[in-house]
Structure formats: structure tokens, C-alpha cells
């Protein structure tokens, strides 16, 4: 099938409820009335709704079980970000884990590209295909947790500091655009590809011919 880039109606529908659920979460804290683990599970529950969404608007939807596979691991992804939090503070209280002073390694955006690059590598090394979609998985997951964490504390980027706050209006905007950046760069990556595979076997025609 020819790859293009223009969205299907999933994934258009995708980014309506995925600008819809960062609206009325955050801005308008439709789940709110919670306190302790409750509010803890929902603020962990609207993290992997986010990413869901964003990974539906990344895919391609040729395969609905995978893609919606998919779209619940992208989720789980970034909703286990947060065990991070005991981790760091050597707690499995909820007060121990929101009240320790520094925030937890995983929650370093800059690790986000050593992770990616991590997997990448290794999953060419091992020839493992579905290490670039994990890979590309990953980062949309976590940047997306990151990106709406930003709101209260901006982005930590080790050994650079941290950023400002990130306003309300600029973390809808760049969640919203985020999966479809991915969307274009893999885009133009499997063209590119697709380019320089009829290149190559043009030549190698050239040469067997040339015998
Ligand atoms: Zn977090």
C-alpha cells in the first residue's frame, strides 16, 4: 500500500479527544474532588489516556488489533513513568514519594534520547524489527508525561537546568503536535528509504546487465 501522509478519520478523531482530554483534565479538572492515592491514579490515569492518544494519531491504523495494542502500551508507557517517584525517594507512601526533594531520574528529559538511542541500537545489533517503533513509542510516551508535568515544574534537562513553567496554551499546543511531528518524520524517513532502496536495486540491475 502507497504510504501517505495525509490522516485517516482515526487519527483525526484521535487528536480532537487528545486536545479534548488535556482541556478538561487540566484546565477545567473534570476529575477533581480527589485527594491522596485517588487524585495520585487519576493525574497517572490522564497521563496514559494522553499518551494513548497520541500514539492513535501516530499510527497508521493498517492493522486495528496491533495499532490498538499499541495505543495501550504507549499509555502503560507513560503511566509507569511515575513509579520513578518511590523509586528515587526509597518509599511506597504516597506522602514519602510527592514530598522527596529532587525529582527522580526518569523524569530528566535528557534521558529520553539516551533511552531511544538505547533501544535503537540494540534492537539493530539483536535485528529485532520492533525495536524502532518501541523506540519512537518511548519517547512519544515520556515526552508527553513530560510535557504536562512541565506545566507545574518546566522541563528538567540535565546538565542544562531546567526550563520556566510551561504556560497551559504552549503543553495543549505541543502535546497536540507532537505525534504528528513523528508522523512526518516517519514519513519522510520510509520515503527516503523507499528512494534509496530503488536506487540501489536500479544499479545493481545496471551492473548485472552491464556482465
Ligand atoms: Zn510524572
Not at 529532587?102 to 538511542?117: D, E, F, M
Request: net charge neutral; aromatic share 10%; with cysteine.
Amino acid at each position: 500500500m502507497t504510504e501517505t501522509i495525509f490522516p485517516g478519520p482515526v487519527p483525526v478523531l484521535s487528536e480532537l479527544l487528545l486536545i479534548s482530554v488535556c482541556i478538561l483534565a487540566d484546565h477545567y479538572d473534570i476529575f477533581s474532588g480527589h485527594s491522596g492515592w485517588a487524585a495520585a491514579i487519576r493525574d497517572n490515569g490522564v497521563h496514559g489516556t494522553i499518551a494513548c492518544f497520541c500514539w492513535a494519531v501516530f499510527c497508521d491504523w493498517r492493522e486495528t488489533a496491533r495499532d490498538l495494542i499499541q495505543c495501550v502500551v504507549c499509555g502503560l508507557l507513560a503511566m509507569v513513568l511515575d513509579v520513578d517517584h518511590f523509586i528515587a525517594a526509597k518509599t511506597f507512601t504516597l506522602k514519602g514519594a510527592v514530598s522527596h526533594p529532587t525529582r527522580p531520574p526518569l523524569h530528566a528529559t535528557s534521558v529520553i534520547p539516551l533511552c531511544a538511542s538505547f533501544i535503537y541500537v540494540t534492537s539493530r545489533l539483536l535485528s529485532w524489527k520492533s525495536g524502532t517503533t518501541l523506540a519512537v513509542m518511548l519517547t512519544i510516551a515520556w515526552l508527553s508525561h513530560h510535557i504536562r508535568d512541565g506545566v507545574r515544574r518546566g522541563l528538567w534537562l540535565p546538565p542544562f537546568g531546567s526550563t520556566p513553567p510551561i504556560p497551559f496554551n504552549v503543553y495543549v499546543a505541543s502535546t497536540a503536535i507532537l505525534p504528528v511531528l513523528f508522523k512526518v518524520m516517519k514519513f519522510y524517513s520510509e520515503s527516503f528509504s523507499n528512494i534509496s532502496k530503488t536506487v540501489t536495486s536500479e544499479a545493481q540491475h545496471v551492473e548485472i546487465s552491464d556482465v
